[in-house]
């Protein structure tokens, strides 16, 4: 909450673009479909956390520091992965 209310104080008041790429392709009554992208991937990342016993960003923090190889491999599997995505989606918007 002090994070939110400095930011508000900083910018000179609230903010708020919309949701990038998302905003910009779902207008009107077709904006429902944001709201039910955000929680399928809420519900995803929750299911592969507790399925995982972790979350990326704890394995990535805790097991890199320690150097462990599996950790490190896996850090790089998820940012790889992430920037794989990132290229995809843009190349298909």
Do not use: R
């Not at 995803?44 to 704890?58: N, P």
């Amino acid at each position: 909450m002090v994070g939110g209310a400095a930011f508000v104080l900083i910018a000179g008041g609230p903010d708020f673009h919309g949701y990038g790429w998302l905003t910009d392709t779902f207008h009107g009554n077709s904006q429902i479909v944001i709201a039910v992208l955000l929680l399928a991937a809420g519900v995803l990342i929750g299911y592969g956390s507790k399925t995982a016993g972790g979350c990326t960003s704890g394995n990535g923090l805790s097991g890199s520091s320690m150097l462990s190889p599996a950790s490190l491999v896996a850090t790089a599997t998820f940012f790889g992965t992430a920037i794989a995505v990132s290229f995809l989606i843009e190349a298909v918007i």
